[in-house]
């Protein structure tokens, strides 16, 4: 009977968890959960005691890192859900609805264009901002890993300072770009389809990143213009256009005459079906804008969609010359400025 108790000493005889945790208890003067936990399954003092010794601490730590693991995807994913939310939301203003109706035109607020600017924006945004949150994210999650490993991160961290600022001054117009790009996405100045005036080089946008604007001019020419090179930028393709004409005539001839000619002709143009959804408003004639030589530069305006105004004020002008010829009125050649 005594023999068989001393057999099962090991296990019967329990002693204390402080005891059996002892290399817990050295360190953090107390026994581990995970310890105790070990201790009231087995109650073997043996066993517990290699626990502590050799798999404690390591299984703790595997343990934190996957938490912490866990947890940054986690809070990876909601920080793109609602990025991807608030970047399409964001993109969905880009045009209000009052504005649609007054233009009342197919070109201005087409849903083509509108989707595709908006898809653009959306995906740009969202992923420029999707990479920032997840390098904050993950980086922060992977410095909290290495800290539960026991790694100095005082020596790292001062590198990666150090290797930042000379990156930050070797790439600050890549920098520059970039942001530039990513608040002329969120004000929407520009997008694809729209003609835009940037100074060196005027077209229409094909492509728009972060860090350029791809354009194409009236010759075909393909633009490539830094973002952070932009310093204006006019836009000839929001919500509305103005084709402004400064017909010269015969200084002798009737302005009231030429006046009425050209509104005439205006009105015409307005009422052509074909131009009616491009025209905004009714064509007004301004009068005589200068009197240049023996010329009388009289001004004529139409309101059009967006693009259009290029289109309109040639068919104008073609419609004025017809109009002209027929009342016999002489078009002159302004004498130049000095």
């Known amino acids: 009977m005594s023999l068989a108790a001393d057999t099962l000493l090991p296990w019967a005889q329990s002693g204390t968890v402080e005891n059996a945790c002892r290399a817990s208890a050295e360190s953090d003067r107390t026994p581990t959960t995970a310890c105790r936990l070990v201790w009231n399954i087995s109650h073997s003092t043996d066993f517990t005691t290699f626990y502590s010794n050799w798999l404690d601490k390591p299984l703790a730590t595997l343990f934190m890192v996957i ?6 995807l986690i809070v990876k994913n909601i920080a793109h859900r609602m990025i991807t939310k608030v970047t399409v939301r964001m993109a969905e203003g880009t045009m209000s609805e009052k504005v649609r109706e007054r ?12 989707n595709q600017r908006r898809a653009q924006r ?14 904050l994210i993950m980086g922060t999650a992977a410095f909290s890993i290495l800290g539960s490993l026991g790694l100095n991160l005082a020596p790292i961290l001062a590198s990666a300072s150090v290797i930042g600022v000379a990156v930050g001054f070797g790439a600050q117009n ?5 942001l530039a790009g990513l608040f002329m996405l969120l004000e929407d100045q520009y997008g694809v389809g729209d003609v835009i005036d940037v100074g060196s080089a005027k077209g229409t946008v094909e492509a728009v ?7 194409r001019d009236v010759n075909g020419v393909v633009w490539y213009v830094p973002n952070g090179e932009i310093k204006k930028v006019g836009n000839e393709s929001q919500n509305w256009g103005r084709a402004v004409l400064d017909i010269p005539v ?55 969609a967006p693009g259009k105004q290029a289109d309109v004020a040639r068919e104008l002008r073609e419609r ?7 009342a016999g009125v002489s078009v002159a050649t302004p004498a130049p400025t000095a």
């Open 174 to 178: 890549i920098v520059k770009d970039f």
């Open 103 to 114: 233009s009342r035109t197919v070109f201005d607020g087409s849903p083509t264009l509108l």
């Open 67 to 72: 938490v912490t693991f866990v947890v940054a």
């Open 209 to 215: 990143t972060l860090r350029v604007t791809r354009m």
């Open 250 to 304: 015969d200084i002798h001839e009737d302005t009231e005459k030429v006046k009425e000619i050209l509104q005439t002709a205006a009105d015409e143009l307005a009422a052509d079906s074909t131009w009616q959804d491009v025209i905004l408003e009714q064509p007004s004639v301004w009068g005589v804008q200068a009197l240049a030589g023996d010329a009388l530069v009289i001004r004529v305006v139409l309101k059009t």
């Open 122 to 135: 959306a995906k740009t945004l969202g992923s420029v901002l999707r990479s920032v949150a997840s390098i």
């Open 320 to 326: 004025v010359k017809r109009a002209f010829d027929a």
